[in-house]
């Protein structure tokens, strides 16, 4: 049984960093693709970033220049490194992984407050 399991949430300060991860067990398979989503109340779940097999990085326009995802093929993890972060980034931050199947973790709260 294939387990996200994200790590690293938590209260920061506009102007904070945060990094988040994702340990991913229970399978062998290679992710064709692992992503980082969110969620914010009265909001859909919208794509943060993600980081294909071949490497290649995709960001929403928001994020672009603040967040860096990244991933250890071999310790299978996935991470967000979040800096200059602002209230409007306040979400609980899901990870992702697409191997035929889909899989999700279960999220990890993320708030930005002074």
């Known amino acids: 049984q294939v387990q996200l399991v994200e790590a690293g949430g938590g209260l920061v300060q506009p102007g904070g960093s945060l990094r988040l991860s994702c340990a991913a067990s229970?399978?062998?398979?290679?992710?064709?693709?692992m992503a980082w989503y969110r969620q914010s109340a009265g909001k859909e779940r919208e794509l943060v970033a993600r980081?294909?097999?071949?490497?290649?990085?995709d960001y929403a326009e928001s994020v672009k220049g603040r967040f860096t995802i990244s991933k250890d093929v071999v310790r299978r993890t996935l991470s967000l490194q979040m800096n200059s972060l602002n209230p409007e980034d306040t979400a609980i931050y899901y990870c992702?992984?697409?191997?035929?199947?889909?899989?999700w973790g279960q999220g990890t709260q993320v708030t930005v407050s002074s």
């Open positions: 992702y992984a697409k191997s035929g199947w889909t899989w």
């Open positions: 229970g399978t062998r398979l290679t992710f064709v693709v």
């Open positions: 980081v294909l097999a071949n490497g290649s990085t």
